[in-house]
Every structure is written in structure tokens, then in C-alpha cells.
């Protein structure tokens, strides 16, 4: 018999709310320096997210779950995960067009002299990136 549970618990928050708060098999994240994949017993672990897919599946064997994230914070245990990003939606719910459209929009205020605006543009434009690639993943 094993020590290890068969599964943890898996909490998704953004400031608006909890998308997420059940017990998941396995979820892979983006991490900033590489991607991480949780599974039960995983030792503790802090790191920063960058944007793009987090993939949770609730059982050994099951289908999994696509969800965008903008960036942010993942806490690791052995018992449970917290995933904490600005912004987060199901990738099904990603709608290509609009996001083309917000990106094209994005590259015309490029054009600005203002650098801290211009920087603040280029973390949309890699989000919005991010997002169009997720949705051309799921297809």
C-alpha cells in the first residue's frame, strides 16, 4: 500500500474569483523557467507562471482540462496546489477572432514614445500571443 495519495487538492484564483477548488490527479503549469507537472506528493515548491496553458486532470486516465492563464504564482505541496494569475479562462472559451482583433489593435498603439506604455503593450501582445497559440493548440 502506498504512502501517497492517489490525488491533491487543486485551487485556481483570480482576483475576480475561484474558477477551480477540487481534488485533481496530475496538472502541468507553465512555469517561467520550464513547465512543472504536479502529481500527488510532489515536494513544496514556490515559482512564478508565465503565460499560457495549465493542463488538470482530475483522475489517472481521464480526459484533461485546458486553461489559459495570463501569468502569476503557483504554491506547491504534497497535498495541494495553488495557482494564482491575474487572469484565467477556459481555453474553449477563447474566441481566435477577438483575439486577432486585440492584438492588431495592440501593434497600431505601439507606436507610442511613451516607453512605459509601450512596455505595458508588449506584455499584452505576449499574452494575446499566448492565447491565439492555446487556441491553435486545441484545434
Not at 25 to 52: F, Y
Request: proline letters at 6%; aromatic letters at 4%; charged letters at 25%.
Amino acid at each position: 500500500m502506498s504512502l501517497i495519495p492517489d490525488r491533491f487538492h487543486l485551487d485556481l484564483v483570480s482576483p475576480e474569483a475561484k474558477l477551480l477548488s477540487e481534488d485533481v490527479w496530475q496538472v502541468n503549469i507553465p512555469g517561467e523557467e520550464g513547465d512543472v507537472s504536479v502529481l500527488p506528493g510532489h515536494m513544496a515548491l514556490v515559482m512564478t507562471m508565465r503565460p499560457g496553458v495549465v493542463v488538470i486532470t482530475r483522475r489517472k486516465d481521464g480526459p484533461s482540462e485546458r486553461v489559459f492563464v495570463s501569468g502569476g504564482f503557483v504554491d506547491i505541496a504534497q497535498a495541494h496546489c495553488t495557482i494564482l494569475a491575474e487572469y484565467m479562462i477556459p481555453v474553449a472559451d477563447l474566441n481566435p477572432e477577438n483575439i486577432q482583433a486585440e492584438l492588431d489593435s495592440l501593434k497600431e498603439k505601439m507606436e507610442t514614445n511613451n516607453f512605459a506604455l509601450r512596455a505595458q503593450l508588449q506584455q499584452k501582445m505576449v499574452i494575446a500571443t499566448e492565447m491565439l497559440n492555446a487556441v491553435k493548440r486545441a484545434a
